[in-house]
């Protein structure tokens, strides 16, 4: 699986930003994602996680870092093979490079960066003033 983000760039803060990541090699459908981020200086951190959802029959849950709950929606586009993050109400300490990864099936940690096999290169996200 290869995934490729991209979408960052230097907002103002309250602005918004839409993260994508393009994802080859499997069926987004047959994969559980998330996005992380990680900050200078900083440990990698769970934004936001979507569940596998087989054959997209059911709709996927998803879960979210409490705070960016109520401001950042994680989706996926199956039909272009795409996970996004949109992003709303951007504050300078959601400043960091933001990562997409991906897990094939279900997993048991959804936030543990451990269990996540399939990682982007990041793309940067940039709020300030």
């Known amino acids: 699986v290869q995934l490729v983000e991209s979408g960052g760039g230097l907002v103002q803060p309250g602005a918004s930003l839409r993260l994508s990541c393009a994802a080859s090699?499997?069926?987004?459908?047959?994969?559980?994602m998330g996005w992380f981020r990680q900050a200078p200086g900083k440990e990698r951190e769970f934004v936001a996680h979507i569940a596998y959802s087989a054959a997209g029959l059911f709709p996927s849950r998803t879960f979210y870092l409490d705070s960016v709950k109520g401001r950042f929606t994680i989706s996926r586009d199956s039909a272009k093979s795409t996970l996004v993050l949109q992003m709303e109400s951007l504050k300078p300490e959601d400043t960091a490079v933001y990562y997409c990864a991906a897990a094939v099936g279900n997993v048991r940690a959804p936030m543990s960066s451990r269990d996540y096999d399939y990682w982007g290169r990041g793309t940067q996200v940039t709020v300030s003033s």
């Open positions: 090699g499997r069926t987004i459908s047959s994969l559980s």
